[in-house]
Structure formats: C-alpha cells, structure tokens
C-alpha cells in the first residue's frame, strides 16, 4: 500500500536527521490516508505524531503544536471505538508530543498537564512508559522543581536496555540535571555514558551523538578540561551548520555554551560575538518571550557589565528579566539570577 510505504520511508528519514525528506514523505502518507480511510482514523493520528516528532526535531514547536493536538482530537473522537495496544500507543504518543511541543515553546504550565496525562495513561496501559517519565522529568528541570527528576529518570532508566538509545537520552538528561544544580563531578558518568553509547552505534559526528559530547562538555568544562570542551563546542557547531543550516536551535545552544566558556576566559570580543548570534537564532526560533532566549539575554548583559558597556547590559538585563518574572516560578535560578543581576545594574531612581 501506497500509504504504508510512504510511512516506513518517512520513518527511515527521520532517523537519519533528513528532515525535508521525513516531512514530505509523511504527510504524502497521511493525505493517502485520509483519503482512503478518512480524516478521523488511528493512521492520521499516527502519522500527525510522527509530523509533530519531525516538527519539534527542527525546533518547530507551533507546528508540533498543531500536528499533536490534531492527533489527540482525532483518538478523542474515536473514543471507544478504537481500543488495544495500537490505539494505546497513538494517545500516549500525542499527549507527549503535545507536552513536548508546549515545554519547548517555553509554555511549561500547559505542558505539565498533558505530561500528566501521558504518564498516567502509560502507567495504565505499559506504553511509553520510559519516555513519559524522562519527558515529565525535563520538564521538572525546566521549572527548578527538582525533587522528583532524579527519580523519574532513574526510574525510566530501570525500564530500557542498558545500551539502548533510550537509555543514552535518560543519562543525557541526567547529566543535565547534575549541570543544572552546579554538581558536576557527580553528573559526569551519565554523561560520559550516553555519549559512549550514542558515539558506538551512530559515529562521532552524528548531530545526535554531538548533542551528547556537548552535554558532557559542559559538565568538563567546570571540572578543568576546558580547552577539551572548547574544541567539541567548535566541532559541533561546525557539524551542526553543514547539516542543519546556519539558524538550528542546537547552534544557538552550542554557541551559548562556548560563549560562555570563551566569557570566563578572558575573550571577551569573541564571547559577545557569539551571546550575539546565539540570540538571534533563538528570538527567530523560540521567540522573544521564551526563557532560553531571555537566559541568553541575562548571560550577555553579565558579560557586557564586566567589560564595561553598563548601558548595553542594563538594556539587556531588562528585558531578560521582563521575559523570567512572568514565564518562570518565582524560585527558578535563573530567575533568582536575573534579578540580582538587574539590582546590580538598575539606575538610581
């Protein structure tokens, strides 16, 4: 069937990072579909999560946004006429592309509800239930509540192969909680470990294989292997460019990174550069009101106020902490951050 084998295409581009390719092939597959099957059928449902994967891939998460809820409508519809494991499988899967897409538009109140729901439907049904732990885990992390993402991790990580890819992304994201909370000697083996097993099956330069070789830099970098973590900085951006093009969401954080690494030793000129390109990628990706471009804002004004250009910083500053006091509880870091950076900087009034 035409639309089976558009599908399995599809899937074996994305895998491959060709995302053009994925995007075409699948929704040639879900127009078949609902042609053949209608607009309503578990298919359309299926293939509008592997747009919303394709979507979020790209950092495309309004897209991911649209291609999710219309995936939840479509099995809400069908109710109890489409039950078992495949129909279990499409309402996981949409309740977590739905919650990713909103925590990575920085929307982390609407997603925690649909995180809520994947988990507790994964817990009922089996499926999915590793990913909706690690992705109810990140998006703990993402609002500083960490008490329990420690816990959902681990516990995702008792569930998979010990060298699967599963397993790679739960220590990943382990070790980007130790970085998160300034532990870094103790998130270092995660992160060395989901680098080893992604770098075994994937190569060196895979984007994926780069984004964990990056996550353990940032780990090294506060434990004196800076000049290590600069060259892998370098090399994935470099990477990232000749694959994904000049304005990839991983570029602006893999710059944030080095600018910050290039900020605490003294080359300023280069970190600014980069605090610069990093920002535009992110207000054209995420938006101006997002916190990963507002935590960008904050890093840059910090660094233009030890040099000197208060003016800049306070511009920047401001308008981080505008972007933090309304997206962020009131006891996120990177709030707390802002705000002591801001009442340095603010002029007498």
Known sequence: MLGIE??????????????????GDAWQSLEWFAREDGPDSPDVANLSNLLAEIAEAQAQYGVAEMHSRRACGIMARLGERCIGEAADGIRVEARLRLGLALCGGGRYREAQGWLEQALALAERTGFGLPAALNNLAVLSKCTADFTPTELLYRRGLRLVPPDSFEAATLHHNLGG?????????????????????????????????????????????HLGAG??????????AAVYEQVFGPEHLEIAMTLHNLAGLLANRGAADEADALYRRAAAIKEKRLGAVHPDTALTWHNHASLLAEIGRSDEARHLACRALEVLEVELP?????????????AFLRPNM
């Open 6 to 23: 558009l599908h399995e295409r599809a899937l074996a581009s994305a895998a491959a990072t060709r995302w053009a390719e994925a995007e």
């Open 227 to 236: 000049d290590w973590s600069e060259r892998v900085y370098r090399h994935a």
């Open 177 to 221: 909680l130790a970085h998160a909370q300034g532990r870094f000697a103790s998130g270092e083996a995660d992160a060395r470990r989901a680098w080893e097993i992604r770098r075994s099956v994937l190569g060196e330069n895979h984007p994926d294989t780069l984004a964990d070789a990056c996550a353990y830099a940032a780990l090294l970098e």
């Open 330 to 342: 009131g006891e996120h870091p990177w709030l707390a951050a802002s705000r002591e950076l801001w």
